[in-house]
């Protein structure tokens, strides 16, 4: 007579597993979550290998905002640099310290490069709004000839000072390939050199630093 319950698994045969609620059941259902897994990984981590790459393998360069150049270190006006003003009395180029400075180098003959650059500051400052007084315009001539009147009627908020071609090439740095004469150039108000614009440069970014600079500056 069999002792064996109705109820109970017969004899050889494993009890089968109750799964839970939600759990797969059956081998591709595992392969399918195994995968969804893998790809979920992925995606979180793809950001995070992307900026390795892009900084361990193509590496940016710079890592600077501004689109001219900064000087580094700083130079500040010399103080033996002394310029004619277009009064013919001397002053120390430093006095002008107080003040942004848009500065570029010229011979007084002034050509179509020389008028561009001059056109190029008028209208950055023209453009800073009420925050144009903070900005002066400096033209260093590296003579003492005549200015075109076409020129001083055209500019008359720029500053044209005489100064010694030798004190200002010492002072101010050009780019691989140029020279200070291809350049507009930028003094903090404490007198600083800070920034150099490459040659033939785009005016609206320029105007983009200076309005930045003038932003979050509380100076001058």
């Not at 013919?88 to 002008?96: F, R, S």
């Not at 785009?202 to 600079?213: E, Q």
Request: proline share 9%; aromatic share 8%; charged share 20%.
């Amino acid at each position: 007579m069999s002792t064996q319950s109705p109820r109970s698994p017969r004899a050889g045969k494993p009890a089968a597993s109750k799964s839970m609620p939600g759990q797969p059941t059956g081998k591709g259902s595992w392969q399918r979550g195994r995968w969804m897994l893998l790809l979920l990984t992925v995606i979180c981590a793809a950001p995070i290998a992307v900026s390795y790459f892009m900084y361990y393998v193509i590496k940016p360069s710079g890592g600077s905002t501004s689109y001219g150049a900064l000087v580094d270190p700083q130079r500040p006006i010399p103080d033996s640099l002394v310029v004619t003003g277009e009064d013919g009395k001397p002053l120390k180029l430093a006095t002008l310290r107080g003040r942004w400075l848009l500065v570029s180098v010229d011979n007084s003959a002034c050509d179509k490069a020389c008028v561009t650059k001059l056109y190029f500051m008028r209208q950055i400052r023209a453009a800073q709004g009420p925050e144009r007084q903070r900005v002066v315009e400096v033209w260093l001539r590296t003579d003492a000839g005549k200015v075109a009147d076409v020129i001083q009627t055209a500019y008359p908020d720029t500053n044209m000072l005489v100064a010694d071609p030798a004190q200002v090439s010492a002072w101010l740095p050009a780019d691989t390939g140029s020279q200070i004469t291809d350049h507009i150039y930028m003094v903090d108000p404490n007198g600083n050199l800070m920034m150099r614009f490459p040659k033939d440069p785009n005016p609206s970014k320029i105007k983009a630093d200076v309005t930045k600079l003038l932003k979050w500056s509380s100076i001058g």
